[in-house]
């Protein structure tokens, strides 16, 4: 709610500033910073929904697969595959997740596209999955 706030007044001082041009660009300056730590903020959000969605389609495999000895081998080349995908994925999940906090900030809206490319090659690997044992 303060965050909220605080972006909401930096609007509109930045629109009402005009007549002042210095503070016109101090205002800029600080809504740009506020609106970056609100992505870097939305980054680590979206790290964790990550994380959540691997939880899921783990989730959904062991409610599928109640007995592995039952497994046939185009079914177990097919997990193999997701998982050699899954962790190739973690592994670059990790390394945006472990940068430092200065790069975050810097990076926040490359990351902002590394972040929702991860999630979209989630979901292809688990769709191929799917297919590959139809």
């Known amino acids: 709610m303060v965050r909220d706030a605080l ?3 930096l609007e509109a001082l930045a ?10 660009s101090a205002v800029g300056g600080l809504l740009f910073i506020a609106r970056q730590l609100e992505l870097v903020s939305s980054n680590k959000a979206a ?9 899921s389609v783990a989730a959904s495999l062991v409610r599928a697969v ?10 177990r080349i097919a997990i193999h595959a997701l ?10 999940v990790e390394v945006v997740a472990s940068e430092r906090p200065l790069l975050r ?9 590394r972040l929702e490319g991860f999630t979209r090659r989630l979901d292809e690997a688990h769709a191929s999955f799917i297919v590959s044992l139809m």
Request: proline residues 6%; aromatic residues 8%.
């Open 7 to 9: 972006l909401l007044n």
């Open 15 to 24: 629109q009402s500033a005009d007549a002042f041009p210095p503070l016109k």
């Open 47 to 55: 790290i964790l929904e990550f994380y959540a969605r691997i939880d």
């Open 66 to 75: 109640p007995d592995v000895t039952m497994l046939s081998s185009v079914a």
């Open 83 to 92: 998982m050699e995908d899954i962790h190739s994925l973690c592994a670059e």
């Open 105 to 113: 900030f810097i990076r926040a809206q490359q990351t902002r596209g």
